[in-house]
């Protein structure tokens, strides 16, 4: 975000908002007002990788002494940045304030603006053994009451509660428009 568009910037006093992802799953499986986000799907990206040190090197001389902790005292860590570009779904239901901006990553260490396209639902049909049209969250689909006939795995997740990310075929399925195929009831 370049200065004039942080300038123009409208101030509030409400702070960010955190909501969990199991009561955005409830809240949209028990068909409350809520949103659900698909995996994003990269269209563009440029990744880069930083160095980071504990013990805080300077150019030549260590610039305090070395930690007493165990833990690596060189690290890197790879980041999108600016410029990347991701495409997913989102399905909302009721009235929904969708957000400008999220966070994203461990830790949140990123933020990412959102623009949002309407897609308009002509037809709607149910049909079976449909690969899905994006990467999907495996545990989601279970949790949303699907049955997964073959899983192609392109992410798994550390914390096995999140699931493992990737193309799926499911026994069936709501399209939308012939050529949109996700695991949730139009």
Same mark, same amino acid.
């Given at each position: 975000?370049?200065?004039?568009? !942080?300038? /123009?910037?409208?101030?509030?006093?409400? /702070?960010?908002?955190?909501?969990?992802? !199991?009561?955005?799953?409830? *809240?949209? +499986?028990?068909?409350?007002?809520?949103?659900?986000?698909?995996?994003?799907?990269?269209?563009?990206?440029? #990744?880069?990788?930083?160095?980071?040190?504990?013990?805080? $090197?300077?150019?030549?001389?260590?610039?305090?002494?070395?930690?007493?902790? #165990?833990?690596?005292?060189?690290?890197?860590?790879?980041?999108?940045?600016p410029g990347?570009?991701?495409?997913?779904? #989102?399905?909302?239901?009721?009235? #929904?304030?969708?957000?400008? $901006?999220?966070? =994203? /990553?461990?830790?949140?260490?990123? =933020?990412?603006?959102?623009?949002?396209?309407?897609?308009?639902?002509?037809?709607?049909? +149910? !049909?079976?053994?449909?690969p899905t049209?994006?990467? =999907?969250?495996?545990? *989601?689909?279970?949790?949303?009451?699907?049955? =997964?006939?073959?899983?192609?795995?392109?992410?798994?997740?550390?914390?096995?509660?999140?699931?493992?990310?990737?193309?799926?075929?499911?026994?069936?399925?709501?399209?939308?428009? *012939?050529?949109?195929?996700?695991?949730?009831? $139009?």
């Amino acid at each position: 975000m370049d200065y004039p568009e !942080r300038k /123009g910037r409208v101030k509030t006093s409400e /702070g960010l908002q955190y909501t969990s992802v !199991r009561k955005l799953l409830e *809240d949209f +499986k028990n068909c409350r007002d809520s949103f659900y986000s698909f995996p994003l799907f990269p269209v563009k990206f440029s #990744v880069y990788s930083f160095l980071l040190s504990a013990e805080s $090197w300077s150019y030549v001389l260590p610039a305090r002494s070395p930690t007493k902790n #165990v833990f690596p005292r060189l690290t890197s860590y790879s980041a999108f940045m600016p410029g990347s570009q991701f495409f997913t779904y #989102v399905v909302t239901q009721g009235n #929904v304030k969708l957000p400008q $901006w999220i966070r =994203i /990553g461990k830790k949140l260490w990123g =933020i990412f603006r959102v623009e949002y396209e309407e897609v308009k639902i002509n037809k709607v049909e +149910k !049909r079976r053994n449909e690969p899905t049209s994006i990467p =999907i969250n495996y545990k *989601d689909a279970e949790f949303f009451g699907f049955k =997964i006939n073959s899983f192609s795995k392109v992410l798994e997740t550390p914390n096995l509660q999140e699931g493992l990310i990737g193309w799926a075929v499911l026994d069936e399925c709501e399209v939308v428009n *012939d050529r949109i195929c996700l695991p949730i009831k $139009w």
